[in-house]
C-alpha cells in the first residue's frame, strides 16, 4: 500500500501562486509515476499534471502549460505542483494520486496517465480557491 498526504491549498488572489506538496509513504519503491488531478463543484476529477518516479519524463494538461510545474524530491517521497498565474477556473480540490504499473502507458501520448482509473492510490486532495 501506498499513503498520500496533500498539502499547501490555500485561498489566493487571481495572478498569484501556490505549491502543493503530496507526502508518499508506505511502499514507495512500488511507485511508477505520481499525478495530479483536480475536481471542480459539479465537474468530473481531470488530469492535471504526470511525473515519473524515476526519470524526467513529466507531463501536463493543456490547460495548465506553461503554468504549472510538477517535480518530485525522491529523499523526501514527496511530489510538487508549484502553481503560477492562478486563474478563478483553477479552483478545485487538487488531489495527489500514484501509480504503479507502467506497462502500457505512453508518456508522449499521454495514454495510461489521463484517467482516474490509472492510478491505483489517492490522497484526501487539498483546497486550491482562486478569487477574481
Known amino acids: 500500500q501506498v499513503q498520500l498526504v496533500e498539502s499547501g491549498g490555500g485561498l489566493v488572489q487571481a495572478g498569484g501562486s501556490l505549491r502543493l506538496s503530496c507526502a508518499a509513504s508506505g511502499r514507495t519503491f512500488s511507485i511508477y509515476a505520481m499525478g495530479w488531478f483536480r475536481q471542480a463543484p459539479g465537474k468530473e476529477r481531470e488530469f492535471v499534471a504526470a511525473?515519473?518516479?524515476?526519470?524526467?519524463?513529466?507531463l501536463y494538461a493543456d490547460s495548465v502549460k506553461g503554468r504549472f510545474t510538477i517535480s518530485r524530491d525522491n529523499a523526501k517521497n514527496t511530489v510538487y505542483l508549484q502553481v503560477n498565474s492562478l486563474k478563478p477556473e483553477d479552483t478545485a480540490i487538487y488531489y495527489c494520486?500514484?501509480?504503479?504499473?507502467?506497462?502500457?502507458?505512453?508518456?508522449?501520448?499521454?495514454?495510461?496517465?489521463?484517467?482516474?482509473?490509472?492510478?491505483?492510490?489517492w490522497g484526501q486532495g487539498t483546497q486550491v480557491t482562486v478569487s477574481s
Open positions: 494520486a500514484a501509480k504503479r504499473v507502467g506497462f502500457g502507458s505512453n508518456w508522449y501520448t499521454g495514454s495510461g496517465f489521463l484517467e482516474h482509473g490509472d492510478y491505483e492510490y
Open positions: 511525473v515519473s518516479w524515476t526519470d524526467i519524463n513529466t
